[in-house]
């Protein structure tokens, strides 16, 4: 069975850093657009950022432009979303997720694959 396991959430300060880890199991993903999404309570879960299958192409969600990055070592079939700067506001589930499907990133329909998430949680 298919599955994408997130790692690295936790509990952080305000202005701190996080590395949230993606890593398929049950086969590669090197091949596929990967995204992270997160989903605050009460909310409906959003982009946060994409990366094209050779890592040549990203994109992010206005609200973490120049705080977060998201990479890909597709040797080791992981990727990677650096959190840096956090703040409180950021504070979700974080979900990593596959793209199967044609069109924009930002949609969640588009995605085949989710993982189960992993909580983020900033504190001020």
């Known amino acids: 069975q298919v599955q994408l396991v997130e790692s690295g959430g936790g509990l952080v300060q305000v202005g701190g850093s996080l590395r949230l880890s993606c890593a398929p199991s049950?086969?590669?993903?090197?091949?596929?657009?990967m995204g992270w999404f997160r989903q605050a309570p009460g909310k409906e879960r959003e982009f946060v950022a994409a990366?094209?299958?050779?890592?040549?192409?990203?994109y992010y969600a206005d609200f973490v432009k120049g705080r977060f990055t998201i990479s890909r070592d597709n040797a080791k079939n992981t990727v990677y979303l650096q959190m840096n700067g956090l703040k409180p506001e950021d504070t979700a589930v974080y979900y990593c997720?596959?793209?199967?499907?044609?069109?924009?990133?930002?949609?969640?329909?588009?995605?085949?694959?989710w993982g189960q998430g992993t909580q983020v949680t900033v504190s001020s």
């Open positions: 990366i094209s299958w050779s890592g040549d192409m990203t």
């Open positions: 049950g086969r590669t993903f090197s091949t596929y657009t």
């Open positions: 997720a596959a793209k199967t499907g044609s069109g924009p990133e930002r949609f969640t329909r588009y995605y085949g694959y």
